[in-house]
């Protein structure tokens, strides 16, 4: 496996983020093929074999840098430190409580500006020791070993950046595994008490970035309940047993049934958009969720470390900046988000998103790719 760093200006202002804008291309040793950009740490392209052998880039994204310092949708991005909603825009840690910025009504949504997916991360390349050493020191057991050289980025959040207590060191590395999976490992250490509940926003299509609608494909998800919303879209303290409703894809579903449902939930949000819990959660690397396009045959495997994984079906997708010449539309992709519960800062019951000064914290997700 290879990996290679270039240059990744700006059109409209070529020598602005010259010294902070760059791409890796990383191969693995059976032909599969990732972009990065340092913008948000985020996937540019991602491009793998269908069940006759031919390639196509299977993520939606931007046309270059100067859309995606204003793309709203966090293509390809990481996103963090908090992803997702935050009620009210307010949590209290140790009895002290933080305001944070308030760009989803009342509430916070993926932390706001600046954070992990509008920053240049610095980004290098490191040995597939050196990443075997990485897995190894998560602790997450269960991670397959490196394919090779592997891409790492990383980024200082500091104090007070939207409103979240201190200092924080991020660092993500993407990296082939040996089994066909594209691992995407999270770490971080705080100098205070902070909240790392991070996510990787990759909006797939199966059968290419731009061949239309997802929702022929279909969807299967290790999971029983999911978390409900109240009324402005965010996370409250209630589940909800999927047995019996649209959201049971517990066997192969068409993810049709997630964009036209008229349960209320899917409703508010036009679509799918719901953080699942995932079964036989312990903080090892486990199986959350599957994707199957019978067109081209390829399949999506997810796994992770994080309790819960949210499906959003690209239910307001639209614009012009988008890579290639067919503009994107409603579910035209699907979002396979592995993260904390949304809003679980507030949420005693949930698995708390809190990290304490000093405290090395990892999480992982890993897309593992194949054919039917």
């Given at each position: 496996m290879s990996v290679t760093k270039e240059s990744y200006p700006s059109k409209s202002n070529p020598s602005g983020y010259e010294d902070l804008s760059y791409k890796f291309v990383m191969k693995s040793s059976d032909g599969k093929e990732v972009s990065v950009i340092t913008y948000g740490a985020r996937i540019e392209t991602l491009s793998v074999p269908d069940s006759k052998g031919n390639m196509a880039d299977i993520m939606l994204g931007m046309r270059g840098l100067d859309e995606y310092m204003r793309d709203g949708g966090n293509h390809g991005a990481v996103v963090g430190r908090s992803a997702n909603r935050i009620r009210h825009a307010r949590f209290s840690i140790d009895g002290i409580e933080y305001k944070v910025t308030q760009n989803d009504g009342e509430n916070n949504l993926h932390s706001g500006n600046p954070a992990f997916q509008n920053m240049f991360w610095k980004g290098e390349i490191i040995s597939k020791d050196e990443t075997d050493n990485c897995i190894e020191a998560s602790g997450i057991a269960g991670i397959p070993e490196a394919d090779g050289e592997s891409v790492e980025l990383t980024c200082l959040s500091e104090d007070g950046a939207c409103g979240f207590p201190g200092n924080?060191?991020?660092?993500?590395?993407?990296?082939?595994?040996?089994?066909?999976?594209?691992?995407?490992?999270?770490?971080?250490?705080?100098?205070?008490?902070?909240?790392?509940?991070?996510?990787?926003?990759?909006?797939?299509?199966?059968?290419?970035?731009?061949?239309?609608?997802?929702?022929?494909?279909?969807?299967?998800?290790?999971?029983?309940?999911?978390?409900?919303?109240?009324?402005?879209?965010?996370?409250?303290?209630?589940?909800?047993d999927v047995e019996g409703t649209d959201f049971d894809v517990r066997k192969d579903t068409f993810i049709s049934q997630l964009t036209t449902s008229d349960d209320p939930q899917m409703v508010m949000s036009r679509g799918i958009d719901q953080n699942y819990c995932i079964k036989g959660y312990n903080g090892s690397y486990n199986f959350a969720a599957c994707v199957t396009d019978p067109d081209s045959g390829r399949v999506m495997e997810v796994y992770t470390d994080m309790p819960g994984i949210h499906i959003y079906a690209g239910n307001h997708l639209g614009g012009t900046d988008q890579?290639?010449?067919?503009?994107?539309?409603?579910?035209?992709?699907?979002?396979?988000?592995?993260?904390?519960?949304?809003?679980?800062?507030?949420?005693?019951e949930f698995v708390s998103p809190v990290i304490r000064a000093g405290e090395v914290k990892y999480h992982a997700c890993g897309y593992k790719f194949g054919i039917v």
């Open positions: 924080l060191e991020a660092t993500v590395i993407y990296s082939w595994l040996v089994d066909g999976t594209l691992l995407i490992l999270y770490r971080a250490v705080s100098d205070k008490a902070t909240v790392f509940a991070p996510t990787h926003h990759a909006y797939f299509n199966l059968g290419g970035h731009n061949s239309g609608s997802v929702e022929t494909d279909l969807i299967m998800i290790n999971s029983d309940r999911v978390t409900l919303k109240d009324e402005t879209n965010c996370n409250c303290e209630k589940y909800m890579k290639g010449d067919i503009p994107y539309k409603p579910y035209d992709a699907i979002c396979l988000e592995a993260q904390m519960y949304p809003n679980s800062v507030n949420i005693p």
